[in-house]
Protein backbone atom coordinates (compact mmCIF):
# COMPACT_ATOMS: atom_id res chain seq x y z
CA UNK A 1 0.00 0.00 0.00
CA UNK A 2 1.60 2.80 -1.08
CA UNK A 3 2.73 5.56 1.77
CA UNK A 4 1.80 8.99 -0.47
CA UNK A 5 -1.80 9.46 -0.45
CA UNK A 6 -1.09 11.67 -3.48
CA UNK A 7 -0.02 9.01 -5.39
CA UNK A 8 -2.10 6.24 -4.23
CA UNK A 9 -2.62 3.27 -6.63
CA UNK A 10 -5.92 2.18 -7.76
CA UNK A 11 -5.22 -0.78 -5.09
CA UNK A 12 -4.85 1.40 -2.79
CA UNK A 13 -8.01 3.87 -3.20
CA UNK A 14 -10.00 0.38 -3.34
CA UNK A 15 -8.83 -1.24 -0.14
CA UNK A 16 -9.45 2.05 1.65
CA UNK A 17 -13.12 2.49 -0.24
CA UNK A 18 -13.68 -1.80 1.09
CA UNK A 19 -13.02 -0.78 4.35
CA UNK A 20 -14.78 2.15 4.88
CA UNK A 21 -17.36 0.38 3.06
CA UNK A 22 -17.26 -2.60 5.95
CA UNK A 23 -17.92 0.48 9.04
CA UNK A 24 -19.70 2.57 7.52
CA UNK A 25 -23.12 1.68 9.17
CA UNK A 26 -21.34 1.17 12.95
CA UNK A 27 -19.60 4.73 12.55
CA UNK A 28 -22.15 6.52 11.14
CA UNK A 29 -24.55 5.34 13.79
CA UNK A 30 -22.10 6.14 16.55
CA UNK A 31 -21.73 9.45 15.04
CA UNK A 32 -25.27 10.50 14.95
CA UNK A 33 -26.08 9.29 18.16
CA UNK A 34 -23.63 10.92 20.00
CA UNK A 35 -24.80 14.51 18.02
CA UNK A 36 -28.20 14.06 19.43
CA UNK A 37 -27.27 13.65 22.49
CA UNK A 38 -24.93 16.68 21.95
CA UNK A 39 -27.52 18.85 21.45
CA UNK A 40 -29.81 17.61 24.24
CA UNK A 41 -26.71 17.88 26.24
CA UNK A 42 -25.83 21.48 25.71
CA UNK A 43 -29.58 22.74 26.17
CA UNK A 44 -29.42 20.93 29.72
CA UNK A 45 -26.00 22.90 29.89
CA UNK A 46 -27.46 26.48 29.33
CA UNK A 47 -30.87 25.51 31.52
CA UNK A 48 -28.78 24.36 34.02
CA UNK A 49 -26.42 27.67 33.94
CA UNK A 50 -29.39 29.82 34.23
CA UNK A 51 -31.18 27.94 37.16
CA UNK A 52 -27.71 28.17 38.99
CA UNK A 53 -28.22 32.19 38.05
CA UNK A 54 -31.82 32.18 38.91
CA UNK A 55 -32.43 29.69 41.52
CA UNK A 56 -35.99 30.72 42.45
CA UNK A 57 -36.95 30.15 38.48
CA UNK A 58 -39.52 27.11 38.30
CA UNK A 59 -38.81 26.66 42.22
CA UNK A 60 -41.79 24.53 42.79
CA UNK A 61 -40.48 21.67 39.97
CA UNK A 62 -38.02 19.18 41.57
CA UNK A 63 -37.31 18.12 38.16
CA UNK A 64 -35.65 21.59 37.11
CA UNK A 65 -33.42 22.33 39.79
CA UNK A 66 -29.60 22.37 39.56
CA UNK A 67 -28.94 19.29 41.62
CA UNK A 68 -30.85 17.53 38.74
CA UNK A 69 -30.25 19.46 35.67
CA UNK A 70 -26.28 19.60 36.39
CA UNK A 71 -25.48 16.08 36.42
CA UNK A 72 -27.51 15.29 34.04
CA UNK A 73 -26.27 18.08 31.52
CA UNK A 74 -22.79 16.13 32.60
CA UNK A 75 -23.74 12.72 32.38
CA UNK A 76 -25.61 13.27 28.68
CA UNK A 77 -22.33 14.95 27.40
CA UNK A 78 -19.69 12.48 28.84
CA UNK A 79 -21.90 9.33 27.85
CA UNK A 80 -24.00 9.93 25.03
CA UNK A 81 -22.28 12.15 22.96
CA UNK A 82 -17.93 12.16 24.30
CA UNK A 83 -17.68 8.52 24.50
CA UNK A 84 -19.99 7.49 21.53
CA UNK A 85 -18.43 10.07 19.14
CA UNK A 86 -14.74 8.68 20.49
CA UNK A 87 -15.87 4.83 19.68
CA UNK A 88 -17.00 5.68 16.38
CA UNK A 89 -13.26 7.28 15.45
CA UNK A 90 -11.85 4.12 17.26
CA UNK A 91 -13.43 2.01 14.83
CA UNK A 92 -12.68 4.00 11.75
CA UNK A 93 -9.02 4.86 12.84
CA UNK A 94 -8.31 1.35 13.69
CA UNK A 95 -9.73 -0.13 10.51
CA UNK A 96 -7.82 2.71 8.57
CA UNK A 97 -4.24 2.10 10.03
CA UNK A 98 -4.67 -1.85 10.27
CA UNK A 99 -6.05 -1.97 7.07
CA UNK A 100 -8.23 -4.77 8.08
CA UNK A 101 -12.04 -4.17 7.40
CA UNK A 102 -14.96 -5.01 9.79
CA UNK A 103 -16.97 -8.16 9.90
CA UNK A 104 -19.09 -7.60 12.22
CA UNK A 105 -21.01 -4.61 11.57
CA UNK A 106 -24.56 -5.85 13.01
CA UNK A 107 -23.10 -7.02 16.37
CA UNK A 108 -21.62 -3.08 17.04
CA UNK A 109 -24.57 -1.37 15.90
CA UNK A 110 -26.50 -4.00 18.86
CA UNK A 111 -24.02 -3.29 21.10
CA UNK A 112 -24.11 0.81 20.49
CA UNK A 113 -27.94 0.52 21.19
CA UNK A 114 -27.19 -1.11 24.59
CA UNK A 115 -24.92 1.42 25.06
CA UNK A 116 -27.85 3.96 24.11
CA UNK A 117 -30.57 2.38 26.31
CA UNK A 118 -28.34 2.62 29.26
CA UNK A 119 -27.29 6.02 29.33
CA UNK A 120 -31.10 6.83 28.65
CA UNK A 121 -31.88 4.87 32.09
CA UNK A 122 -28.81 6.11 33.43
CA UNK A 123 -29.94 10.22 32.64
CA UNK A 124 -33.53 9.46 33.77
CA UNK A 125 -32.45 8.04 37.10
CA UNK A 126 -30.44 10.96 37.74
CA UNK A 127 -33.38 13.18 36.94
CA UNK A 128 -35.72 11.45 39.20
CA UNK A 129 -33.67 12.06 41.81
CA UNK A 130 -31.94 8.31 41.96
CA UNK A 131 -28.44 9.31 41.01
CA UNK A 132 -25.72 9.26 43.43
CA UNK A 133 -24.24 12.50 43.70
CA UNK A 134 -21.07 11.63 42.59
CA UNK A 135 -19.71 13.74 39.18
CA UNK A 136 -19.15 12.08 36.34
CA UNK A 137 -20.22 8.47 38.30
CA UNK A 138 -23.92 10.06 38.96
CA UNK A 139 -25.23 6.88 36.83
CA UNK A 140 -26.84 4.79 39.77
CA UNK A 141 -25.11 1.51 40.14
CA UNK A 142 -27.21 -0.56 37.97
CA UNK A 143 -26.40 0.77 35.19
CA UNK A 144 -22.15 0.38 35.27
CA UNK A 145 -22.77 -3.24 34.10
CA UNK A 146 -24.95 -2.06 31.13
CA UNK A 147 -22.53 0.28 29.95
CA UNK A 148 -19.63 -1.93 30.60
CA UNK A 149 -21.00 -4.36 28.59
CA UNK A 150 -21.94 -2.85 25.94
CA UNK A 151 -18.20 -1.15 25.80
CA UNK A 152 -16.64 -4.27 25.71
CA UNK A 153 -19.01 -5.93 22.96
CA UNK A 154 -17.48 -2.70 21.13
CA UNK A 155 -14.06 -2.68 21.93
CA UNK A 156 -13.38 -6.53 21.33
CA UNK A 157 -14.05 -6.38 17.98
CA UNK A 158 -10.86 -3.83 17.42
CA UNK A 159 -8.15 -6.52 18.76
CA UNK A 160 -8.73 -8.78 15.35
CA UNK A 161 -7.97 -6.06 13.27
CA UNK A 162 -4.98 -5.56 15.36
CA UNK A 163 -4.17 -8.90 15.20
CA UNK A 164 -5.02 -9.21 11.22
CA UNK A 165 -2.66 -6.05 10.58
CA UNK A 166 0.04 -6.14 8.46
CA UNK A 167 3.63 -6.89 9.59
CA UNK A 168 5.44 -3.08 9.84
CA UNK A 169 5.69 -0.50 12.37
CA UNK A 170 3.19 0.35 14.42
CA UNK A 171 1.93 3.15 14.38
CA UNK A 172 1.42 5.94 17.17
CA UNK A 173 -2.34 6.04 16.83
CA UNK A 174 -2.47 2.33 17.54
CA UNK A 175 -0.69 2.61 20.86
CA UNK A 176 -2.70 5.40 21.47
CA UNK A 177 -5.99 3.19 20.43
CA UNK A 178 -5.23 0.48 21.83
CA UNK A 179 -4.21 1.90 25.13
CA UNK A 180 -7.48 3.62 25.59
CA UNK A 181 -9.71 0.22 24.03
CA UNK A 182 -8.03 -1.73 27.45
CA UNK A 183 -7.60 1.33 30.16
CA UNK A 184 -11.66 2.37 30.30
CA UNK A 185 -12.62 -1.10 31.56
CA UNK A 186 -10.24 -0.87 34.45
CA UNK A 187 -10.76 2.53 35.43
CA UNK A 188 -14.39 2.31 35.20
CA UNK A 189 -15.14 -1.26 37.14
CA UNK A 190 -12.11 -0.19 39.54
CA UNK A 191 -14.03 3.22 40.35
CA UNK A 192 -17.80 1.34 40.96
CA UNK A 193 -15.95 -1.25 42.74
CA UNK A 194 -14.86 0.91 45.60
CA UNK A 195 -17.76 3.23 45.72
CA UNK A 196 -20.75 0.24 45.14
CA UNK A 197 -18.55 -1.36 48.16
CA UNK A 198 -20.52 1.15 50.74
CA UNK A 199 -17.49 1.83 52.57
CA UNK A 200 -16.64 5.12 53.75
CA UNK A 201 -17.69 8.44 51.68
CA UNK A 202 -14.33 9.82 51.78
CA UNK A 203 -12.77 6.88 50.29
CA UNK A 204 -16.02 7.22 47.79
CA UNK A 205 -15.19 10.88 47.07
CA UNK A 206 -10.88 9.77 46.08
CA UNK A 207 -12.05 7.42 43.56
CA UNK A 208 -14.43 9.41 42.24
CA UNK A 209 -11.87 12.51 41.57
CA UNK A 210 -8.89 9.50 40.83
CA UNK A 211 -11.82 8.09 38.22
CA UNK A 212 -12.52 11.68 36.87
CA UNK A 213 -8.84 12.46 35.89
CA UNK A 214 -8.10 9.31 34.94
CA UNK A 215 -11.44 9.18 32.50
CA UNK A 216 -9.80 12.20 30.97
CA UNK A 217 -6.20 10.89 30.52
CA UNK A 218 -6.40 7.59 29.67
CA UNK A 219 -9.71 7.07 27.52
CA UNK A 220 -10.47 11.52 26.59
CA UNK A 221 -6.60 12.09 25.83
CA UNK A 222 -5.77 8.44 24.14
CA UNK A 223 -8.44 8.96 21.18
CA UNK A 224 -8.08 12.55 20.79
CA UNK A 225 -4.44 12.27 20.43
CA UNK A 226 -4.94 9.19 18.18
CA UNK A 227 -7.16 11.31 15.70
CA UNK A 228 -4.53 14.29 16.12
CA UNK A 229 -1.62 12.16 15.16
CA UNK A 230 -3.59 10.55 11.95
CA UNK A 231 -5.06 13.98 11.25
CA UNK A 232 -2.14 16.74 10.84
CA UNK A 233 0.25 14.14 9.08
CA UNK A 234 -2.65 13.29 6.50
CA UNK A 235 -4.13 17.13 6.14
CA UNK A 236 -0.25 18.84 6.06
CA UNK A 237 0.90 16.29 3.27
CA UNK A 238 4.30 15.12 5.84
CA UNK A 239 4.78 12.52 8.61
CA UNK A 240 4.73 13.27 11.92
CA UNK A 241 7.70 15.66 12.92
CA UNK A 242 9.00 12.92 15.51
CA UNK A 243 7.95 9.18 16.41
CA UNK A 244 10.37 9.26 18.70
CA UNK A 245 8.66 12.21 20.86
CA UNK A 246 5.52 10.99 20.15
CA UNK A 247 6.07 7.65 21.64
CA UNK A 248 8.06 9.52 24.78
CA UNK A 249 4.29 11.22 25.32
CA UNK A 250 2.66 8.38 25.19
CA UNK A 251 4.51 6.29 27.76
CA UNK A 252 5.13 9.32 30.21
CA UNK A 253 0.94 9.52 29.97
CA UNK A 254 0.52 5.64 30.51
CA UNK A 255 2.75 5.45 33.53
CA UNK A 256 1.69 8.84 35.20
CA UNK A 257 -1.39 9.65 35.16
CA UNK A 258 -2.84 6.77 37.02
CA UNK A 259 -1.45 9.10 39.90
CA UNK A 260 -3.52 11.88 39.28
CA UNK A 261 -6.86 12.75 41.34
CA UNK A 262 -6.52 13.02 44.60
CA UNK A 263 -4.87 16.48 44.14
CA UNK A 264 -7.84 18.12 44.16
CA UNK A 265 -7.91 17.53 47.91
CA UNK A 266 -5.08 19.02 48.57
CA UNK A 267 -5.72 19.72 52.98
CA UNK A 268 -8.52 17.64 52.78
CA UNK A 269 -9.28 14.09 54.67
CA UNK A 270 -6.50 12.05 52.73
CA UNK A 271 -2.52 11.40 54.10
CA UNK A 272 -0.92 14.44 52.58
CA UNK A 273 1.15 12.26 50.67
CA UNK A 274 -2.05 11.34 48.45
CA UNK A 275 -2.40 15.05 47.27
CA UNK A 276 1.00 15.42 46.49
CA UNK A 277 1.83 12.85 44.67
CA UNK A 278 -1.41 13.44 42.51
CA UNK A 279 0.08 17.33 42.15
CA UNK A 280 3.26 15.99 41.18
CA UNK A 281 2.02 13.03 38.36
CA UNK A 282 -0.07 16.82 37.26
CA UNK A 283 2.97 18.24 36.67
CA UNK A 284 4.71 15.45 34.48
CA UNK A 285 1.55 14.65 32.98
CA UNK A 286 1.98 18.56 31.44
CA UNK A 287 5.39 18.14 30.43
CA UNK A 288 4.17 15.01 28.33
CA UNK A 289 1.40 17.71 26.79
CA UNK A 290 3.84 19.77 25.93
CA UNK A 291 5.94 17.49 23.96
CA UNK A 292 2.97 16.26 22.15
CA UNK A 293 2.24 19.61 21.25
CA UNK A 294 5.25 20.82 20.37
CA UNK A 295 5.84 17.51 18.40
CA UNK A 296 2.32 18.95 16.47
CA UNK A 297 3.51 22.64 15.60
CA UNK A 298 6.43 21.28 14.24
CA UNK A 299 4.96 18.68 12.11
CA UNK A 300 2.33 22.11 10.84
CA UNK A 301 5.36 24.29 10.56
CA UNK A 302 4.88 26.46 7.87
CA UNK A 303 1.77 25.00 6.53
CA UNK A 304 0.22 26.82 8.95
CA UNK A 305 -2.14 28.22 6.49
CA UNK A 306 -4.18 25.01 5.66
CA UNK A 307 -5.91 26.26 8.45
CA UNK A 308 -8.08 29.05 7.21
CA UNK A 309 -9.40 26.37 4.61
CA UNK A 310 -9.58 22.59 5.99
CA UNK A 311 -12.45 22.54 8.87
CA UNK A 312 -10.54 19.64 10.01
CA UNK A 313 -7.33 20.93 10.70
CA UNK A 314 -8.75 24.02 12.11
CA UNK A 315 -10.89 21.76 14.63
CA UNK A 316 -7.98 19.30 15.53
CA UNK A 317 -5.59 22.16 16.20
CA UNK A 318 -7.79 24.22 18.17
CA UNK A 319 -8.54 21.10 20.68
CA UNK A 320 -4.56 20.34 20.77
CA UNK A 321 -4.27 24.07 21.84
CA UNK A 322 -6.86 23.83 24.40
CA UNK A 323 -5.39 20.57 25.55
CA UNK A 324 -2.14 21.91 26.68
CA UNK A 325 -3.90 24.72 28.11
CA UNK A 326 -6.01 22.21 30.61
CA UNK A 327 -3.00 20.42 31.44
CA UNK A 328 -1.07 23.80 32.14
CA UNK A 329 -4.00 24.76 34.14
CA UNK A 330 -4.64 21.21 36.06
CA UNK A 331 -0.94 21.43 37.35
CA UNK A 332 -1.24 24.85 38.38
CA UNK A 333 -3.99 24.46 40.43
CA UNK A 334 -2.51 21.01 41.77
CA UNK A 335 -0.48 23.20 44.03
CA UNK A 336 -1.65 23.82 47.41
CA UNK A 337 -1.51 27.05 47.71
CA UNK A 338 -3.72 27.25 44.78
CA UNK A 339 -5.74 24.39 45.41
CA UNK A 340 -7.24 25.31 48.82
CA UNK A 341 -8.56 28.28 47.27
CA UNK A 342 -9.72 27.17 43.92
CA UNK A 343 -11.50 23.59 44.85
CA UNK A 344 -14.47 24.70 45.72
CA UNK A 345 -15.26 27.55 43.35
CA UNK A 346 -16.56 27.39 39.74
CA UNK A 347 -12.73 26.84 38.18
CA UNK A 348 -13.41 23.30 38.29
CA UNK A 349 -16.37 23.56 36.37
CA UNK A 350 -14.39 25.77 34.18
CA UNK A 351 -11.53 23.07 33.83
CA UNK A 352 -13.53 20.21 33.15
CA UNK A 353 -15.47 22.11 30.65
CA UNK A 354 -12.52 22.78 29.29
CA UNK A 355 -10.99 18.78 29.33
CA UNK A 356 -14.27 17.50 27.80
CA UNK A 357 -15.73 20.72 25.20
CA UNK A 358 -12.81 22.72 24.43
CA UNK A 359 -10.09 19.91 24.22
CA UNK A 360 -11.76 16.35 23.54
CA UNK A 361 -15.03 17.53 21.73
CA UNK A 362 -13.34 20.19 19.48
CA UNK A 363 -10.67 17.06 18.36
CA UNK A 364 -13.47 15.06 17.51
CA UNK A 365 -15.36 17.56 15.43
CA UNK A 366 -12.54 17.85 13.24
CA UNK A 367 -12.68 13.94 13.01
CA UNK A 368 -16.27 13.50 12.21
CA UNK A 369 -15.90 16.11 9.33
CA UNK A 370 -12.63 14.36 8.00
CA UNK A 371 -14.65 10.61 8.14
CA UNK A 372 -17.91 11.17 6.94
CA UNK A 373 -17.54 12.13 3.87
CA UNK A 374 -14.95 8.90 3.06
CA UNK A 375 -17.77 7.20 4.67
CA UNK A 376 -20.64 8.69 2.53
CA UNK A 377 -18.99 9.30 -0.76
CA UNK A 378 -20.71 13.02 -0.79
CA UNK A 379 -19.33 16.28 0.83
CA UNK A 380 -20.42 18.28 3.88
CA UNK A 381 -23.39 20.27 2.62
CA UNK A 382 -22.00 24.03 3.51
CA UNK A 383 -18.51 25.71 4.06
CA UNK A 384 -20.17 28.18 5.69
CA UNK A 385 -22.09 26.20 8.38
CA UNK A 386 -18.64 24.34 9.23
CA UNK A 387 -17.49 27.81 10.13
CA UNK A 388 -19.83 29.02 12.07
CA UNK A 389 -20.02 25.70 13.87
CA UNK A 390 -16.60 26.37 14.71
CA UNK A 391 -16.59 30.13 15.78
CA UNK A 392 -19.83 29.85 17.63
CA UNK A 393 -18.02 26.95 20.13
CA UNK A 394 -14.81 28.78 20.12
CA UNK A 395 -16.25 31.40 21.29
CA UNK A 396 -18.75 29.18 23.32
CA UNK A 397 -15.38 27.20 25.00
CA UNK A 398 -13.53 30.46 25.83
CA UNK A 399 -16.76 32.43 27.39
CA UNK A 400 -17.51 29.64 29.70
CA UNK A 401 -14.00 28.56 30.39
CA UNK A 402 -12.65 32.37 31.01
CA UNK A 403 -15.87 33.06 33.27
CA UNK A 404 -15.65 30.22 35.15
CA UNK A 405 -11.84 30.90 35.73
CA UNK A 406 -12.09 34.41 36.80
CA UNK A 407 -15.53 33.71 38.81
CA UNK A 408 -14.10 30.89 40.74
CA UNK A 409 -10.55 32.92 41.42
CA UNK A 410 -12.86 35.66 42.55
CA UNK A 411 -14.92 33.27 44.50
CA UNK A 412 -12.30 31.79 46.36
CA UNK A 413 -10.48 34.69 47.17
CA UNK A 414 -13.84 34.76 49.25
CA UNK A 415 -13.75 32.01 50.70
CA UNK A 416 -10.26 32.44 52.23
CA UNK A 417 -11.78 35.12 54.35
CA UNK A 418 -12.63 34.28 57.85
CA UNK A 419 -14.83 37.00 58.45
CA UNK A 420 -17.23 36.68 55.03
CA UNK A 421 -20.12 33.99 55.34
CA UNK A 422 -19.90 30.91 52.30
CA UNK A 423 -23.28 32.97 50.79
CA UNK A 424 -20.95 35.86 50.34
CA UNK A 425 -18.54 34.21 48.05
CA UNK A 426 -21.37 32.60 46.18
CA UNK A 427 -23.03 35.60 45.38
CA UNK A 428 -19.17 37.34 44.30
CA UNK A 429 -18.82 33.93 42.05
CA UNK A 430 -23.11 34.70 40.58
CA UNK A 431 -22.77 37.55 38.33
CA UNK A 432 -19.58 35.42 36.46
CA UNK A 433 -22.68 32.29 35.82
CA UNK A 434 -23.97 35.11 32.86
CA UNK A 435 -21.18 33.96 30.70
CA UNK A 436 -22.09 30.28 31.21
CA UNK A 437 -25.32 31.22 30.26
CA UNK A 438 -24.22 32.75 26.86
CA UNK A 439 -21.64 30.33 26.40
CA UNK A 440 -24.16 27.23 26.69
CA UNK A 441 -26.69 28.99 24.04
CA UNK A 442 -23.66 29.68 21.76
CA UNK A 443 -22.74 25.97 21.52
CA UNK A 444 -26.40 24.72 21.38
CA UNK A 445 -26.64 26.90 18.52
CA UNK A 446 -23.51 25.51 17.00
CA UNK A 447 -24.51 22.22 17.42
CA UNK A 448 -28.08 22.19 15.95
CA UNK A 449 -26.36 23.40 12.57
CA UNK A 450 -23.52 20.58 13.13
CA UNK A 451 -26.50 18.20 13.92
CA UNK A 452 -28.42 19.16 10.70
CA UNK A 453 -25.52 18.68 8.32
CA UNK A 454 -24.72 15.10 9.98
CA UNK A 455 -28.30 14.25 9.35
CA UNK A 456 -28.13 15.23 5.72
CA UNK A 457 -24.85 13.22 5.45
CA UNK A 458 -26.10 10.23 6.91
CA UNK A 459 -29.51 9.77 4.70
CA UNK A 460 -27.32 10.35 1.37
CA UNK A 461 -28.53 13.93 1.20
CA UNK A 462 -24.82 15.28 1.08
CA UNK A 463 -23.33 17.23 -1.67
CA UNK A 464 -22.23 15.50 -4.90
CA UNK A 465 -18.94 16.23 -5.32
CA UNK A 466 -17.43 18.86 -6.67
CA UNK A 467 -14.47 18.87 -4.76
CA UNK A 468 -13.99 18.76 -1.15
CA UNK A 469 -15.72 21.42 1.97
CA UNK A 470 -13.62 23.99 2.33
CA UNK A 471 -13.83 27.12 4.75
CA UNK A 472 -13.50 30.68 2.45
CA UNK A 473 -14.10 28.77 -0.88
CA UNK A 474 -16.37 27.30 -2.90
CA UNK A 475 -17.38 23.91 -3.87
CA UNK A 476 -15.24 23.37 -6.77
CA UNK A 477 -12.97 26.76 -6.78
CA UNK A 478 -9.95 24.53 -4.88
CA UNK A 479 -9.24 20.69 -5.81
CA UNK A 480 -7.75 20.64 -1.91
CA UNK A 481 -6.89 23.02 0.74
CA UNK A 482 -2.94 23.23 -0.24
CA UNK A 483 -4.67 24.48 -3.61
CA UNK A 484 -6.40 26.85 -1.31
CA UNK A 485 -3.50 27.53 0.22
CA UNK A 486 -1.11 27.84 -2.46
CA UNK A 487 1.07 25.42 -1.02
CA UNK A 488 3.03 22.70 -3.25
CA UNK A 489 2.24 18.45 -2.09
CA UNK A 490 4.69 17.49 0.43
CA UNK A 491 5.10 13.79 0.98
CA UNK A 492 3.10 12.43 4.06
CA UNK A 493 3.13 9.36 6.14
CA UNK A 494 0.24 6.46 6.35
Known sequence: MSLDPQHATADDV????AIDRSVRYPVLFFFTSAA???FVATLLGFLSAVKLRVPTLWEGCEFITYGRLFPVHMNAL????????GLGVMLWLTARLTRSECRNPVTLIAAGNVWNIAVALGVVAVWFGAGRSLPWLDFPGWVAPLLGLSYVLIVVWLFPMFHRARAGEIFVSELFLLGAAVWFPWIYFSANLVIGKGGSATMGAGA?????????????APVALAATYYLIPKIAGRPIHSYVLA???????????GWTGFQRFAGGPFPAWMPAVGGAAAIFALLAVLVTGWNFRETIKGREKLWEYSPSLRFTMFGALMFVIFAALNAFSSYFG?????????????????AVYGFFSMTIFGAIYYIVPRLTGTEWPSGSLIRSHFWLSAYGIATVVVTMLVGGIAQGGAIQQWNLGFGRSVEIGNPWIVGRIVAWLLIAFSNLGFFYQLALMFLGRGRASDGPTLIHKKPGEAASAEAAAGLEPEGAGV
Open 338 to 354: VSKILQFSHFVVGLDTL
Open 14 to 17: RERA
Open 36 to 38: AWL
Open 247 to 257: RIGFWVLAVCA
Open 208 to 220: NAWYMSNLMYFWF
Open 78 to 85: LYGWAMQA
